[in-house]
């Protein structure tokens, strides 16, 4: 038995860190997408290492890794992803894992205190196969249709060969158990520069903005681009460009302060270099934690969409893939990181929505939930170059810890 | 033997031009890649119909199939290609290498005809591994490295694989033997709507447009779409998109009254619906018979990207992938055509330029060529729904058989 109670141990969180990095390491990132052999290996190394921290693993049917504990007295669950998007950073999902961890190895392992930290990885909150599986599998969300339908957006693949590959057919999927947690805690790396910019060291994170998904489809006339003169073509390729830079153009009149839209992917049909595009397709998203400015950007989007219909010559259609309603986060939760920050970090903390996604706003459906974001420098993320200064991962370890064991003592 | 000499046959040209569209069917149109197995097929029916037309069928190295004559007396070289773009046409190809067929069948059979058609079905006129294969290593302009390199655009599938699968791996390839054509002819649909709209049967080729081709880079920075904020972003797809609409508007200023430029293809990496693109490609384009006009286009095109370059955020690289020079078509065939459509066709015939290339295009750097055209309905093509009617189909064969006649006989 230690003479004094374990405490946060920066080298282990950054040994960990860097030891999740070494599985699948692509230049001085990650190439990790869910059920590749790198998450699959990044999993079992989790499996691992969750004994030591007083918890048992388990893997559910869906992917989910669970370290539980028999500790008496309240439980804070706390957790993060390790799959990446592809070729990406290395801390977009392990930083909350291991910070989760951390704490566990902390909190439970201390005998004078009391309660405990539960571990969870989500499974797929990066999207491969669907969105925020995992976490939406634990909160009830997901029908076993859904996984039956999903497949690997890059290779095909569907989810039910990938799970049998991990052997995971037949197995059950874990969900919420009603009053066994106080709440979610997630640690996650900012993603944007706003902690940067003004040198601050943590992000409470006050809400997880909505995101509203669109593929927008423009019809032309597919024909020889060498023997169709210019004036009777109908390009869809065009079409889609030319709405590119409307929207460019007349969405910063009507969207708010901190509403972001993105066109990600973009696909021409046929889409060969001798042939004029008769069909293109634009996958359009808005972000903002205010749904009546959503609301205003999709009317636009509808009324640009008819005057494009109006004037010819090709036809738009629109069609809504996902609304995602804001999750806001539990305040006593955003105090308790407050105040860990201010013991911790020199009060360096600001509050602030988050633009990024997280399975915490799927935990918010169930329990209360909140957030911690950590520096990423030049505001990076997303991109193998993804990154946050050792010392700010340390500090960010501490209050997190921290922040755990406010949450559990009050 | 036959009382009468043989003659042009319209119904047994529009059953073969079927027996060819029930071979790899899709809608009213055929999907036939390159050495797919419906092109086999296709390429086996080519080869059991020749010695109809006094021809011994082989197939070279590069998948070209050549009929060839022991008749004494000039020769002329006849043909087109059997396969096909992606679910494209039943007649972009196939018309051209029946017309060769039945050119042959009439010809070769008559005894007292003195000379022979030779017929050409040239490999990957559509450019599924590369830019006209077969022809061009019939004039010799096709190195073996090429081939090493060649991938199917579609499945990715090596060029060697594929011929190995076609029994073809080893076996030499056919080049033009010097003196044994007197030159080259070749139908084909119109693919515009030149024809159609001034009610005419007859298109006698005057030249083949050049293709210049380019690739159009851009370069931004990949980040996550949902917390950069619009203000630092580097969206390598919006300017993508610029430039597309860019080009749109100041092309018209500078080109002349028959170029058309296209944009094929657009490709955002990473693409995907939560990431801004770190970097955009697109595949442009430009078609005319006068170099000059290219030079000028090619150079504002140039002045754009430097503008683009000045005043950011993205950078703009233009890469030229492929400069093709414009063909001439002889006059002389070209007045054997004229002729045959006054004696056959009425006189409904005009010279015109073709705006799309073809093998004959290659025939021409070795020896005399010409085409004929007939119309396109509506001026499709490169889609299932190309199509001619079949009096065209008839009309057209008849005039090629005595334009072939004509060449022969001169």
């Known amino acids: 038995m230690p003479d004094t109670p374990p405490r946060t141990e920066g080298k282990r969180v ?24 790198p998450h699959r290996q990044s999993l079992d190394w989790l499996a691992q290492k969750l004994p030591d921290a007083g918890l048992s693993a388990a893997i559910d049917g869906v992917g989910n890794v669970f370290g539980t504990s028999t500790k008496p007295g309240p439980k804070l669950l706390a957790g993060s992803h390790l799959e990446s998007q592809n070729y990406a950073g290395w801390l977009d999902g392990p930083l909350g894992v291991v910070y989760a961890l951390e704490a566990a190895r902390v909190l439970n392992g201390d005998p004078a205190f009391k309660g405990a930290v539960e571990v969870a990885c989500w499974c797929d909150e990066e999207g491969h196969f669907g969105s925020f599986l995992g976490s939406r599998s634990f909160v009830g969300q997901v029908t076993e249709a859904e996984i039956d339908a999903a497949r690997d957006r890059t290779s095909g693949r569907t989810m039910r060969e990938a799970l049998a590959d991990m052997g995971l057919s037949g197995r059950a999927r874990v969900t919420a158990e009603p009053g066994r947690h106080v709440g979610y805690l997630e640690a996650h790396i900012e993603q944007g520069d706003t902690l940067e910019s003004g040198r601050l060291a943590i992000g409470v994170v006050t809400s997880i903005v909505g995101i509203w998904q669109y593929r927008i489809n423009f019809a032309g006339e597919q024909n020889h681009a060498g023997t169709t003169r210019m004036a009777v073509r109908k390009d869809a390729g065009l079409a889609l460009a030319k709405f590119c830079v409307a929207i460019d153009q007349r969405f910063p009149e009507t969207c708010g302060s901190r509403t972001v839209w993105t066109t990600g992917r973009i696909t021409l049909d046929p889409g060969a270099p001798s042939i004029i595009p008769g069909g293109a397709e634009m996958l359009f998203q808005i972000r903002d934690d205010d749904p009546a400015v959503i609301a205003r950007l999709e009317q636009l989007l509808r009324t640009m969409a008819d005057e494009v219909n109006a004037k010819g010559p090709c036809t738009v259609t629109i069609t809504k893939l996902r609304t995602g309603a804001p999750a806001m986060m539990n305040s006593g939760f955003q105090d308790a990181i407050e ?29 209360p939930a909140a957030m911690l974001f ?9 991109h193998w170059t993804e990154n ?23």
Do not use: W
């Open 388 to 410: 946050t200064a050792d010392s700010d991962i340390v500090t960010g370890a501490e209050v997190f810890v921290d922040a755990c064991s406010r949450i559990l003592g009050g």
């Open 339 to 367: 105040g860990a920050s201010k013991a911790l970090a020199g009060g360096r903390s600001i509050r602030m929505p988050s633009g990024a996604g997280h399975d915490a706003q799927m935990l918010a459906t169930v329990m």
């Open 14 to 37: 950054l040994a960990d860190l860097n030891a999740l990095r070494a599985i699948g390491t692509y230049k001085t990132g990650v190439h990790k997408p869910t059920f590749s052999e």
């Open 374 to 382: 950590v520096p990423s420098i030049g505001g990076i993320s997303h």
